[in-house]
């Protein structure tokens, strides 16, 4: 059975091949976990959730696939049941900035090095930005994928070298500024910020936005 990847998950499975072993970090359904090993981009994915019954859809497809044993799981809280380089490929992507920065200092507390990140936030993107930034790894990709009518931001990095972006590099993205599709999407976010503050003129976290918009589309056009 050919497992059938949306445009965010097939950005992910780009980024995260070419290793031996991936952690996929909040699995859920298993279909990336799966998919890496299914076509030859990962000898073993490990898939780990904080929810036992959640894994559980992960275990049933890899045992349907007959993947059991190249798919393992493993249930426990972001990267607490992955030991420091057990796995070449790190992939957390389907929950909020916050949380995913936080999975990351925690690992980087406990002295647990990876080669390789893949992350793809749902929501602030910056606080992954400026977790990277004490993580000794350098942003190798930074970019933007539509899925389901909505842009998520899929980053990457190799372990290495020591990030320090500026104030829109960590609002838009370390490569912003050559992005070819950014001006069209950053128009589009400062229309929908001025319509909105039309009705609501004092509100200070929409006015800081459309600033670094602003910016951000100025340096574009230099």
Not at 41 to 60: F, H, M, Q, W, Y
Request: hydrophobic share 40%.
């Amino acid at each position: 059975m050919p497992i059938r990847l949306d445009e965010r998950l097939t950005e992910i499975a780009r980024l995260a091949e070419g290793a031996d072993t991936v952690c996929d970090v909040g699995s859920d359904h298993g279909k990336l976990a799966c998919w890496l090993v299914q076509t030859g981009r990962a000898a073993r994915v490990i898939a780990t959730d904080i929810s036992a019954p959640s894994l559980k859809k992960a275990e049933r497809l890899a045992e349907e696939l007959g993947l059991a044993d190249e798919v393992p799981t493993r249930v426990g809280d972001g990267l607490d049941p992955i030991a420091d380089g057990e796995a070449d490929v790190v992939v957390i992507a389907g929950m909020g900035g916050d949380l995913i920065a936080r999975i990351l200092e925690r690992a980087r507390e406990q002295g647990k090095r990876f080669g390789r990140f893949v992350l793809s936030p749902n929501t602030h993107a910056e606080r992954v930005r400026e977790q990277l930034q004490r993580m000794g790894h350098t942003v190798v990709h930074d970019g933007s994928v539509g899925c389901a009518g909505k842009d998520y931001t899929v980053i990457a990095t190799r372990e290495g070298g020591e990030e320090k972006f500026d104030a829109l590099q960590l609002a838009f993205g370390k490569f912003f500024a050559t992005d070819g599709e950014f001006r069209a999407r950053a128009a589009a976010e400062l229309a929908q910020i001025n319509g909105l503050l039309a009705g609501n003129p004092g509100a200070a976290s929409l006015a800081e936005r459309k600033r670094l918009l602003e910016e951000a589309l100025k340096e574009c056009a230099e």
